[in-house]
């Protein structure tokens, strides 16, 4: 399975402020994915993160508020845009890798408070 | 209706218990089911998948999908503490979408 790293794992910001969020992959995948976990809930897909193309964005989430940036193989950032305390959650990536196509290997995440 | 439902729990049991986790689901057309694990403060990691109906075991962990019902089960034999975490089940719609039950918290007491 591939090892992926976040970073920031952990962050609070200011309500009105923009954070990115950067996902880091040991190995070249072609699919990644942003999803969001608030608090007590499960977690919800935003967007899938092709390389060389647009993000796909699920309904209820939109590029002007979650611009994802793809540049290559082993990297994607996720921006959290001008923020408001409802956009505290915990932020994922996650890929998919090797073989099994459908099988999805999730980041540690990143821990987002808005004041 | 909620695609996947899963009942939150949490769920408290002694040591050396069997434990069932369940979920149902709405659409009769999901082939792929997942079983997650999460630790506080971690990102979920991947137990066990199935595809299709029947079971599935790895070492103390069994999967098992029942299709005609929309249920999906996993049950952990000889609890340990280790395995206090939160339990995700989820299915694959479409291409590579995951969509996941709401979690069950469960508690190993020693």
């Known amino acids: 399975s591939a090892v992926i790293s976040q970073k920031p794992s952990r962050d609070i910001c200011q309500r009105g402020t923009s954070l990115t969020i950067q996902c880091q992959v040991d190995?070249?995948?072609?699919?990644m994915f942003w999803y969001r976990q608030q608090p007590g809930q499960s977690l919800t897909l935003i967007a899938t993160?092709?390389?060389?193309?647009?993000?796909?964005?699920e309904s209820g989430f939109v590029i002007d508020k979650f611009p994802i940036s793809r540049p290559n193989l082993t990297f994607s950032t996720l921006t959290v845009s001008n923020m408001s305390p409802e956009d505290s959650s915990i932020y994922l990536c996650?890929?998919?890798?090797?073989?099994?196509?459908?099988?999805?290997?999730f980041g540690a995440g990143t821990r987002l408070s808005v004041l | 209706q909620k695609e996947v439902e899963q009942d939150p729990g949490p769920l408290s049991v002694p040591e050396g218990a069997i434990v069932s986790l369940n979920c149902t689901y709405s659409?009769?057309?999901?082939?792929?089911f997942m079983w997650y694990r999460q630790y506080s403060r971690k990102g979920p990691e991947l137990l066990m998948y199935?595809?299709?109906?029947g079971n599935k075991e790895d070492g103390r962990f069994t999967a098992q999908v029942d299709k005609s019902s929309k249920y999906i089960s996993l049950f952990i034999r000889d609890s340990q503490p280790s395995d206090s975490a939160t339990y995700l089940c989820?299915?694959?719609?479409?291409?590579?979408?995951?969509?996941f039950g709401q979690g069950t918290r469960l508690t190993i007491n020693p």
């Open positions: 996650s890929v998919t890798s090797g073989v099994a196509k459908n099988i999805q290997y």
């Open positions: 190995s070249q995948v072609t699919m």
């Open positions: 993160a092709n390389q060389g193309s647009e993000a796909t964005y």
């Open positions: 659409n009769s057309a999901f082939q792929y």
């Open positions: 199935t595809y299709s109906s």
């Open positions: 989820a299915i694959i719609q479409g291409a590579q979408k995951l969509v």
